[in-house]
């Protein structure tokens, strides 16, 4: 009798503890962000990337009336950072700005990736899109795509490009350029972008395929000389550069973009607040301009939902693994 009275109680007692932990869960997801939020910029200060998660942050931490504070943690093509935040508590306080090679590329560029990017992280939203705009050198003998590519087949063996190092959006660029010219231009793998920049302005490489970000002040400088932007479609900033579409390569584009996420198990109160306060910023004529001014176009309203970011990750994932086993390419 007693013990069957113990039992009841003990039992009665662990349903009330568990509602009141869960509404104390609840409670907490509700009122999140009680304090300062850290966005995980997996690549060094001063990229593109970096920039475009500044200027987020900037905007979005009045929103959420808590500060956003950017951590650079880069390292293995931004799968450092991108780990470091699949592996956090999943309370809203930790979150990645994404891009297509944290994951995309990496899944199949790396041997062995140190997360699987469509099931180890809570998509929240595609924020931007940056196209790739193929450069050469200023005394390059070729000023049209057409130009470009009749010259680079019948000089293959002579020629070089660079990249800001092997598995980078700059190179995986540049392998598909390759591959759809038809060509094996040998590639120079340097420690940024900076350094390849600084050669191609030198004249000791023939050509970059450069994120429109990084390659606008120097194309607007005169110091190299802007070929093609490799999209269907032209870039705001350089609304007279023809595009591959245009210049005989239809089916050819090479793109970065960039989208936060947080950890897989997030409560699905702190993702809608965070969806809701990046779409408000996106939403902000300010961003806008800014973003647009480094050459980043911001996604249609239509694209900007978690649910729309999940399967554009997996069709992403499909769309360059085809590409990147053709290359031959992998990192250990």
């Not at 003990?10 to 869960?22: E, P």
């Not at 302005?201 to 970000?213: K, M, P």
């Not at 809701?276 to 973003?291: C, E, I, K, S």
Request: one cysteine or more; proline letters at 7%.
């Amino acid at each position: 009798m007693f013990r069957s009275l113990m039992a009841r109680t003990l039992a009665v007692l662990g349903t009330c503890l568990g509602l009141s932990w869960g509404l104390s869960d609840s409670a907490r997801s509700q009122d999140w962000p009680t304090r300062p939020v850290t966005m995980v910029v997996p690549f060094a200060a001063g990229g593109p990337t970096d920039v475009l998660g500044r200027v987020m942050a900037e905007y979005m931490s009045p929103i959420l009336g808590q500060q956003i504070i950017v951590e650079n943690v880069g390292g293995a093509g931004g799968m450092t950072g991108s780990l470091r935040v699949a592996r956090a508590d999943p309370d809203g306080y930790t979150f990645v700005l994404g891009t297509v090679g944290t994951h995309a590329q990496n899944q199949t560029l790396y041997k062995k990736p140190q997360y699987h990017a469509a099931t180890d992280f809570q998509p929240v939203a595609l924020i931007a899109e940056v196209p790739l705009i193929l450069i050469t050198r200023k005394d390059f003998p070729a000023d049209t795509l057409e130009a470009f590519i009749a010259y680079a087949k019948a000089n293959q063996d002579k020629m070089t490009y660079g990249s800001a190092g092997a598995g980078s959006a700059t190179h995986l660029g540049c392998v598909l350029l390759n591959a759809a010219m038809g060509t094996k231009i040998a590639h120079v793998p340097y420690r940024g972008t900076g350094p390849a920049m600084q050669d191609l302005q030198g004249g000791r490489i023939d050509f970059l395929c450069e994120i429109v970000t990084t390659a606008l002040p120097q194309i607007q400088g005169g110091a190299v000389k802007a070929i093609a932007t490799l999209t269907r479609e032209r870039s705001p900033v350089l609304p007279d550069l023809p595009t591959a579409h245009e210049r005989g390569l239809p089916d050819f584009e090479a793109y970065t973009w960039n989208a936060f996420f947080l950890p897989k198990g997030t409560p699905e109160p702190i993702v809608k607040k965070l969806h809701d306060a990046t779409v408000q910023a996106m939403d902000n004529p300010a961003v806008r301009d800014r973003l647009q001014g480094l050459g980043a176009m911001l996604v249609a309203p239509d694209r900007r939902s978690p649910e729309y970011l999940a399967g554009f990750v997996e069709s992403e994932i499909k769309k360059w693994a085809e590409p990147i086993r053709s290359s031959g390419v992998n990192v250990e």
